[in-house]
């Protein structure tokens, strides 16, 4: 990736923190951005309804054929740490060009693979892609949209990461009705080159290159950490099944040691040096940033485990079909779409906590009443409890990514926004690994104490979402202590005023 010099264009100038408008251009390329990372996002769950037809064509076992979403996942986990000092090296335009372009040959490499090796390679290409272009969008939206308007255009984002991988089975399942698992990525690929060839010619560089080092043990580090970590946790679910070839056990320690040994190295380079900090943890200073992460960690991982148990419920109790399974998922995708705008702009207004208090209730309650689901329970009951619970989500994700990053000094941006990226993908994994191992267990030991397997799956199910639901609980007690991130400060003539109300918090420190 080039690095290029600062750009001449008055509109993209510096942004006013105390202004209310967004130039031209940042809102052409935050809409481009939203675009590419949506269509990116929704391939990290498309596989896993294809599977059994990709078992079929490929001639390959189940165990081999995760590994088109679990490689996908090591990517994302390996990459997105190192995003915070390419987003400061690099312009706007040369991340967005590169990122794009390697999602677009992967996508194109996967629709014409002859087997499975290739396919396993274009989705470890479409991964790198999309590593990156997520916390690109979000370090664009908190440098140039005023904070004023940061909840409306943050409501867009919290579209593409909790909307896009909740669709992304329904989009599989109705493309799979009727044709082959090629026309996944065919009907994709159109919208890659578009976005691509749109970005080439209208993105400008909007961002200033900095001097940045890379630190190639922080990088060795963080692939061993977060990729272990990763792999153990999605892992846990297929060796109840006996698919894995290693213990998940093993992968899990490796990267709690390198984890280990990855912060000491951070710290290490934050107090000086000639090479930066791979991923800077000062952000985990700042009380609003540690708070607000906690909380959207637990949400995306009951939204993850959900995505996974509440299938296995359909398909295997319910008895329902992979496209009428993606059906029935569908209206809470669609309602948790509508909401997140919604509640970004009322975040603009209120703050964040008269959203995310009702919202941490709700989703609580939502996982609590999973436990209504029976074996001869209605689709219907099934649809609504699965909307309530996307109502809960969708209050909570879009006010609490505002908050957190936005509590941050700006220059600490790209590293916060990389930082949450990197524990959403270990949320992601730690909830399906904790949803599956609880109604495994539950469910075996039901099958042991005589109880027919049906049954027993399906209170294995129930004790699954209720351990979400005291998870959740734990969120709601969290939930109050959440804080509008302080106002830009006025300007000297103003008398200094900042336009708080009464749940902003000081303005923190400086972080050295």
Known sequence: MEQLSKPSDPDTGPPDPDGESIPSTVVLVIGLLLAAAFVMILNETVMGVALPRLMEDLEISAATGQWLTTAFMLTMAVVIPTTGLILKR???????????????????????????PVL??????????????????????????????????????????????AVGPTFSGLILSELSWR???????????????????????ITTPAEARFDLVSIALSAVAFGGLVYGLSSIGESAEGDTP??????????????????????????????????????????????????????????FGTLILLPIFLQN?????????????????????????????????????????????VVAGALASMQLLETDSSVGLAIAVHVVLSVGLGLLMTPLMTSSLGSLPAELYSHGSAILNTLQQLAGAAGTALFITVMTRSATSEVESGVDPLTAQASGIHDAFLCGAVLALVATGLSFLIRRPPAPAGPPEAGGATGRDSDDEAVPAPLH
């Open 246 to 303: 290693l213990p998940p056990a093993l992968p899990i320690a490796v990267g709690f040691v390198a984890l280990a040994l990855f912060t000491f190295r951070q710290l290490s380079l934050q107090r000086g040096g000639e090479r930066q900090p791979l991923l800077d943890l000062r952000p985990f200073r700042n009380r609003s940033f540690t708070v607000g992460l906690v909380m959207l960690l637990v949400s995306m991982g009951a939204l």
């Open 317 to 361: 109790v319910r008895d329902l079909s992979t496209l009428e399974t993606g059906l029935v998922l569908l209206p809470g995708g669609l309602v948790m779409g509508l909401i997140a705008p919604l509640a970004g702009k009322m975040y603009d207004r209120v703050g964040p906590r008269p959203l995310v208090v009702p919202g941490a209730f």
């Open 120 to 165: 396993l390679v274009a989705r470890i290409v479409q991964a790198a892609g999309t590593a990156v272009m997520l916390p690109l969008l979000i370090t664009t939206v908190l440098t140039f949209v005023p904070a004023t308007r940061r909840g409306s255009t943050m409501g867009l984002i919290s579209i593409v990461i909790a909307v896009a991988p």
């Open 183 to 205: 026309w996944i990525f065919l009907f994709v690929l159109p919208v890659a080159v578009v976005a691509l060839i749109v970005g080439s010619m209208k993105i400008t560089n």
């Open 90 to 116: 690099f312009t706007t335009r040369a991340v967005f060009m590169t990122s794009m372009s390697l999602f677009t040959a992967g996508t194109a490499l996967a629709a014409a693979a002859p087997g499975f």
